[in-house]
């Protein structure tokens, strides 16, 4: 049987073959190969064996139609059909996957990296925040090399200004890679709080839980909390300066043609009129959406920001494409500040 370390791709007629009557471990072990791991944003350390589908689908039924006759255990023959039956759920789409729990490495400048274990659950056509995406992934990889006002060099208790925290706020933070790379990185320093819609946010703050030793150790400050950018209308009261946000962070927030403007209107009346102020956001320059990424840069204009800094580069989306190849995505990132007047 081919094997990960081999450059070839596994064909359906590489696998055991029942009508051979192959061993309970052969199955289970082919079984493990067939399972569809997201790709971990197109990172060689993650890179998987490639698979050829055609006829995995039928090799799968296969299997779940067979009595498995031949094995003696009932527990073994119950593991296979499982087995069998979980490969063919992640065959029928990311939203049919089962949930995971996915580990990151995240770097940090002058010290180790760290890493943070997100739990996603199965995805359904409007809970795009069960899934982390890959701007976010770009993002909390390039946090620690921004324009940002200066995080602590070590891990001792500090303060941003006037002896307070640096308090961050993540805008649909979804999974919380972003924010919770945030507060790895500046520990007892800054508080953040991770934002998302109600339907979101439990999923957000099991993550928060999931991480809390690392948060411990560095001192981090994290809270969650349901905020709808739709509902941040001028006619309601604005923020209390205290309540404002020295930092803002954002990843992969526009999808539908109201989020620039809902997005723009929260940033404004919750991001602290001060020179030292930035917002952060990095997004994907997907065909569908670049209206709105252009929407996005016109309204920041408008509500008194500027650009600090900002690039593209690029990324992999955590799907294969058709041949089981990585599929390239460009993103965007910037950082902006008020306008100096
Ligand atoms: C594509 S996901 C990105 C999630 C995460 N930032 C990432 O990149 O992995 C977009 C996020 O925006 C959130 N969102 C969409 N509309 C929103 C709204 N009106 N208010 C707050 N969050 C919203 C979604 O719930 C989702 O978590």
Same mark, same amino acid.
């Given at each position: ?65 067979? &009595? ?9 023959? *119950? ?40 739990? *996603? ?18 993002? &909390? ?14 891990? +001792? ?10 308090? &961050? ?68 009261? *604005? ?24 997005? +723009? ?27 709105? +990424?252009? *929407? ?46």
């Amino acid at each position: 049987m081919t094997t990960s370390s081999d450059s070839q791709p596994l064909h359906v007629f590489d696998l055991p073959q029942l009508y051979t009557k192959p061993t309970a471990a052969d199955i289970l072990r082919a079984l493990e190969q067939l399972a569809v791991r997201p790709r971990n944003f197109g990172d060689d350390e993650n890179a998987q064996l490639i698979v050829l589908q055609t006829g995995v689908s039928q090799y799968l039924t296969s299997i779940i139609a067979s &009595a498995l006759s031949w094995i003696d255990s009932d527990e073994m023959r *119950e593991a296979i059909w499982d087995a069998a039956s979980a490969r063919l759920c992640e065959r029928s789409g990311r939203a049919a996957m089962p949930a995971i729990s996915r580990v990151f490495t995240i770097p940090m400048t002058s010290q180790t990296d760290f890493t943070l274990t997100l739990y *996603e659950p199965s995805l359904t056509s409007d809970n795009l925040g069960m899934k982390t995406w890959v701007s976010s992934y770009l993002l &909390a990889k390039r946090l620690h090399a921004l324009l940002l006002p200066p995080a602590p060099s070590s891990l +001792v208790p500090s303060r941003y200004k006037d002896n307070r925290p640096l308090r &961050a706020l993540e805008l649909g933070a979804g999974t919380g890679l972003v924010g919770l790379s945030f507060a790895a990185l500046w520990g007892s320093a800054a508080s953040i709080h991770l934002t998302d819609l109600d339907t979101i946010v439990p999923n957000l703050a099991h993550n928060v839980g999931l991480n809390d030793e690392l948060l411990s150790k560095t001192g981090a400050s994290v809270l969650t909390g349901v905020l709808d950018w739709s509902a941040e209308t001028d006619d309601r009261p *604005e923020p209390a300066d205290e309540e404002k946000c020295d930092v803002i962070l954002a990843a992969d927030p526009l999808y539908s043609p109201d989020h620039p403007a809902w997005l +723009v209107q929260t940033i404004r009346r919750r991001l602290y009129r001060d020179t030292e102020s930035r917002v952060v956001v990095e997004m994907p320059l997907r065909d569908a959406y670049l209206p709105q +990424v252009e *929407e996005f840069r016109r309204r920041m204009g408008e509500a008194g920001l500027v650009v600090v800094e900002e690039g593209e580069e690029t990324g992999y989306d955590d799907w294969e494409g058709k041949n089981g190849e990585a599929v390239e995505v460009r993103c965007w990132w910037a950082v902006w500040r008020w306008r100096c007047n």
